[in-house]
């Protein structure tokens, strides 16, 4: 009884920790919105005003976005915060934050169904841990994907019990689909490694009930899938498979070995087979290297990371080799395999598509390895409790110490230098341009908006709180030839393209709002022109350029 | 003659033949290191002395990089018996490697008397033979004089005769001598050694208590063949090759630290300091170096980034092993015994001082780890059929195992390809091709001229020449002046006799009287009418041969 209250209040305190970790300046810690995300909340301020998207389809699945069409479940997700506080920041990240902390409380309970009396350390390593309080404070609608999959995996082991839960199992995993778009590969693969390992008894003693759930989970994703093929373009773009070894390598590799490229020799020691599995391989490897996991985390997309930070700490990796040792003899196998099953199967959306690391894709991979980490955790306090009392003691605090230690160092690389070293990734600038041109531009005067850094439409809708009944009726989104995103050229008396100056000074009564290099200060003709403001990065560059034409 | 017999000679004559075939044209050239080793071991025969004068020394002075003396012994008689020349020099390591075939046949034999692991000895002991023999890994350092062969033999065999000293106690002074050898024959081993010794002792403990005499014989005749070691070790001219290579030489996480520090408010604060400081910017370098040596892409994919220490288009291992490796060590860490730990450990220990420098994954200062890898791939395949076995569906035994048996030929067949044909014509500078061919035409082209004028482009020109024109020593002797040392911590000789070595500078060359210039195809203008050439073997010019006006 003592032990379940101090475990209560220990999982409380972890709790506590957890949600300020997740909303601590939520919105307005020095990480600016990105073009997804204020997509993601122009598209639900659209939807709770008129109930259609910004292009006008009335309570969408999918938006049409940037021609990426996103599954659109977020949006929905965003609603009341943003009818509650406004369409901002904060609003449109809540959900990811409130995700991330409910992701705590489901790997305690996941955790309890699988290795009984561990949850409290895997739940003590999830909430602490740098890739899941990352992607806990913007808008990442993986993050609310993977709160739908763990959902959906504790209900599933819940329903060996009361197999009734079944039916919500199905609907949660069925969500995920709605939410994410890599929850097509990870989510089938997931309920695949569940029914294998513990759907016999639920097939056999509730035929019906799992007949009716495999219903309910195909209801709610073929809309899904019916609309995949109007995004296949996208796909291309990201698959790993569109981007085959150059000619001239192959060529090369032919003429050394001194046959043709279509012989049955070079086909079978060095076809694009060969080099599209090295590809894939090198890809899914990276996703367990000690620089991803301990050293710098995902080191191609800044953004997706803190500075200098690896996506755990590095006395996890001491947890893991003890977990991974120990739960190879576990005498509940079924368990050690299912989590074994969901780390190999984790990294697999990352690791076919085109980015060299990506830790957003790979997000499912931060659960079973918590949860890894978890157990060594337990083991190794075990061990150390045997250990005469001030070794004991001794130990634990260094280690408590040394944890935490990693913990203020990630805390610091994400407030303090993140902001600097990251501005640049996080799009720092559209948020102060947009609000001054709309505080300058009274008259309604032309604004002349550079697309260098994409999509600024989405900005000038969000920041300046555009309203969506009058933007339905004139978005147009110009597709991409090639099959990624598109951009928009217009709306009301924005322009969006880039700026020509030697052409474009001519033109009157215009705001400008371009690079530092689109618009040279020496070619500021003070007669014809002045710079309103240089939006300056923290980091010192200049993101943006105001110049107004008389 | 048992069976078994019969296929260990099967394997080891695998084993000779792949690394004994056309050892002196595979791999292409003649490297730097090989060339030192090849012309001290002569000037050692022929006078005595090393090339810079000094009598029978323990650590050769070379190119100031002072290489440890092992290996430079191992050749000298095969230089008094087969001459000068490149075979003479790689044989050893061949050989070497050849013995490292039998070695861990009898290591996997000791292992497994001391653990529980379930599977037949016999086949443990063959596998583990067999893999030796064909690994990529293990060839490539045979092929060549690779100290760090040497010194992996001589660690093999130290362990090996460690663990037979349980029954025969005289051993354990063998052991302890093969110890202290690799530590005089590779710098890496001078700290793998030591750290796989005390890991020895601290595993079989209960051997040792009560000491026997023969421990204390052991650790005293020890201490004695280490005084010479010590002695030239805590020379500060011994330390120095670690300032160029180690860890330390790395300033960019000293850049980093200083960055970080900046983007505090204050600059020098106590968290500051806590948390951006050389300590930890230097630990966690070395722990990305070292789990880079564990990470599935220098294994599998794509292997160390120097051209000299791999083949295109391959990891360290063959890519099939990346599943043996997985079930190897999924089984190791299943099944108990004092072997097992030492399998594990020595794997942990293997990459330590490839760890401490800075260029890493480093296959060469790591290739002591293919001795715990072979034995868990040996495992991996044991467990494998030993897990067939365990089915009774006669065709899917069949199935996997001649999944098994293609997937090596593939492998090994791309190895093949990979090292004889593509190697040296994808990479044709890796070896310093040319060399030879060069002293031929020179014994030619020398008495024509008064000055001749060598290109410095390839790593060290001057040994290369010593090498092949078998100029002699005692004169090398009286004539060498060795520069100051660059930033890697290495120095090379300019000129002797009428050759000199500098980069080459044409408009200065052109005018000087009576001079053979040659130089890479950048160096000469085009134009200039060039009286001879060399190729590499892909065709490109390795040197061109030009004569000043004058």
């Known amino acids: 009884m003592k032990n379940l209250r101090l475990n209560l209040t220990l999982f409380v305190t972890l709790l506590i920790i957890g949600a300020a970790l997740r909303l601590w300046l939520l919105g307005n810690d020095g990480h600016p919105l990105l073009w997804d995300e204020a997509a993601l909340g122009y598209n639900a301020y659209s939807i709770a005003k008129t109930g259609a998207d910004e292009y006008g389809v009335k309570f969408p699945l999918v938006l049409k976005s940037f021609g990426d069409y996103k599954p659109g479940l977020y949006s929905y997700a965003a609603i009341p915060s943003i009818i509650k506080f406004g369409l901002s920041e904060f609003s449109v990240r809540l959900p990811s934050a409130i995700a991330g902390i409910a992701i705590i409380i489901l790997i305690y309970l996941i955790t309890e169904e699988l290795f009984p009396g561990v949850g409290l350390f895997s739940s003590f390593v999830a909430t602490l841990n740098p890739w899941l309080v990352h992607f806990s404070r913007a808008a990442w609608e993986a993050n609310l994907c993977l709160m739908f999959t763990l959902f959906g995996i504790w209900l599933f082991l819940q329903a060996r019990k009361k197999p009734k839960l079944l039916v919500l199992s199905a609907i949660s995993f069925g969500l995920t689909l709605l939410t994410y778009q890599s929850a097509k590969l990870t989510s089938p693969l997931i309920i695949f490694c569940l029914v294998a390992l513990w759907g016999k008894p639920l097939l056999v003693k509730s035929t019906k009930l799992f007949l009716l759930s495999t219903f309910v989970l195909i209801g709610i994703v073929l809309p899904i899938i019916l609309s995949a093929a109007s995004s296949s373009g996208r796909l291309t773009v990201m698959s790993t498979f569109s981007y085959p070894r150059p000619e001239a390598d192959s060529q090369k590799i032919a003429l050394e070995e001194g046959i043709s490229q279509n012989s049955f020799q070079f086909k079978l020691l060095h076809g694009q087979w060969l080099a599209s599995l090295n590809g894939v391989l090198e890809r899914y490897f990276n996703h367990f290297s000690g620089r991803f996991l301990f050293y710098e985390g995902d080191w191609d997309n800044g953004r997706l990371g803190s500075p200098y930070v690896g996506q755990f700490y590095w006395l996890d990796g001491l947890f893991l080799v003890i977990g991974f040792v120990f739960l190879i003899k576990f005498r509940e196998k079924k368990s050690a395999v299912f989590l074994f099953c969901w780390i190999i199967i984790s990294p697999l959306p990352a690791a076919l598509s085109r980015d060299i690391v990506q830790s957003v894709r790979a997000l499912n991979l931060s659960v079973p390895i918590s949860i890894l980490a978890g157990v060594g955790a337990y083991r190794l306090l075990l061990a150390m409790v045997r250990l005469p009392k001030i070794l004991y003691i001794g130990t634990f605090s260094v280690l408590l110490v040394a944890y935490f230690w990693n913990v203020y160092y990630y805390l610091d690389s994400y407030f303090v230098h993140a902001p600097v070293l990251q501005s640049k990734d996080w799009l720092y600038g559209y948020k102060e341009t947009v609000k001054r041109v709309s505080e300058i531009n009274q008259s309604a005067q032309q604004v002349i908006f550079t697309q260098k850094f994409g999509q600024p439409y989405i900005y000038s809708l969000f920041y300046a709180k555009v309203d969506p009944k009058a933007y339905q009726s004139q978005a147009v989104l110009t597709e991409n030839p090639n099959g990624d995103v598109g951009y928009v050229e217009k709306f009301a008396n924005f322009r969006f393209r880039n700026i020509y100056w030697p052409e474009d000074r001519k033109l009157g009564k215009t705001f400008f709002v371009g690079t530092e290099e689109e618009l040279p200060t020496r070619d500021i003709d003070p007669k014809q022109s002045k710079i309103i403001q240089d939006i300056v990065r923290p980091d010192g560059s200049i993101a943006f350029r105001i110049v107004e034409t008389y | ?550």
């Not at chain 2, 099967?10 to 084993?15: P, S, T």
């Not at chain 2, 999944?403 to 090596?408: A, K, Q, R, V």
């Not at chain 2, 024509?448 to 482009?457: A, C, G, K, N, Q």
């Open chain 2, 1 to 550: 003659m048992r069976k078994h017999h019969f296929i260990l000679i099967l394997v080891i004559i695998l084993a000779a033949l792949l690394r004994l075939y056309a050892v002196d044209k595979y791999p292409s050239g003649l490297n730097a290191d090989e060339a030192a080793i090849g012309y001290n071991a002569y000037s050692l025969l022929e006078t005595g002395k090393d090339e810079h004068g000094d009598s029978w020394p323990i650590v050769f002075k070379s190119f100031g990089d002072y290489k440890p003396g092992g290996y430079f012994y191992l050749v000298l008689p095969f230089v008094k018996i087969l001459g000068l020349n490149i075979l003479a020099v790689r044989l050893p390591s061949a050989i070497l490697g050849i013995i490292s075939v039998f070695l861990i046949y009898l290591l996997a034999g000791e292992i497994s008397k001391l653990s529980d692991l379930k599977i037949s000895r016999v086949k443990f002991q063959l596998f583990a033979a067999l893999i030796l023999a064909i690994s990529p890994w293990h060839i490539h350092f045979s092929r060549g004089g690779w100290e760090t062969n040497a010194a992996t033999a001589m660690l093999l065999a130290g362990v090996l005769f460690f663990l037979m000293s349980f029954q025969r106690k005289f051993m354990l002074i063998i052991s302890a001598t093969l110890f202290i050898l690799s530590m005089y024959t590779y710098q890496s081993t001078r700290l793998i050694s030591p750290l796989l010794v005390v890991a020895l002792i601290i595993i079989f403990r209960n051997q040792f208590w009560p000491p026997t005499r023969t421990l204390i014989f052991s650790s005293l005749f020890s201490i004695l063949l280490l005084i010479p070691l010590g002695l030239v070790i805590l020379n500060p001219t011994g330390l120095s090759r670690l300032s160029g290579v180690g860890l330390l030489a790395d300033s960019g996480p000293i850049a980093r630290v200083n960055e970080l520090r900046g983007q505090h408010v204050t600059l020098n604060s106590f968290s500051a300091r806590l948390l951006h400081n050389k300590v930890v910017a230097y630990l966690f370098l070395f722990g990305r170096n070292y789990l880079d040596h564990l990470g599935g892409n220098f294994l599998f994919i794509k292997g160390d980034v120097i051209e000299r220490s791999r083949v295109p288009e391959m990891g360290q291992l063959y890519l099939i092993e990346a599943t043996l490796l997985f079930l190897g060590v999924i089984y190791l860490a299943k099944n108990g015994g004092k072997g097992v730990k030492l399998i594990f450990v020595w794997l942990l220990i293997a990459p330590l001082a490839a760890a401490f420098t800075f260029q890493t994954p480093h296959a060469l200062r790591s290739l002591n780890m293919v001795v715990p890898l072979t034995l868990i791939l040996s495992l991996g395949v044991c467990s494998f059929t030993k897990f067939l076995q365990k089915s009774h569906k006669q065709n899917l035994i069949k199935t996997f195992k001649l999944l098994l048996i293609f997937g090596y030929l593939w492998c090994f067949t791309h190895y093949f390809d990979e090292y004889y044909i593509h190697y040296s014509k994808t990479y044709p500078s890796a070896w310093e091709y040319g060399f030879s061919e060069l002293a031929q035409k020179l014994n030619r082209y020398a008495s024509d001229y008064d000055r001749i004028v060598i290109s410095d482009t390839y790593d060290q020109p001057y040994i290369e020449i010593l090498f092949f024109l078998k100029y002699p020593p005692d004169q090398f002797q009286k004539e060498v002046i060795l520069t100051p040392r660059d930033k890697f911590g290495f120095s090379t000789v300019r000129n002797f006799g009428k050759f000199e070595f500098y980069p080459i500078v044409w408009d200065e060359l052109k005018n000087s009287p009576n001079t053979l210039i040659i130089g890479t195809q950048s160096d000469i203008p085009p134009g200039v009418k060039l009286i001879d050439s060399i190729y590499f073997p892909n065709g490109q010019p390795a040197f061109e041969f030009a004569e000043s006006s004058t």
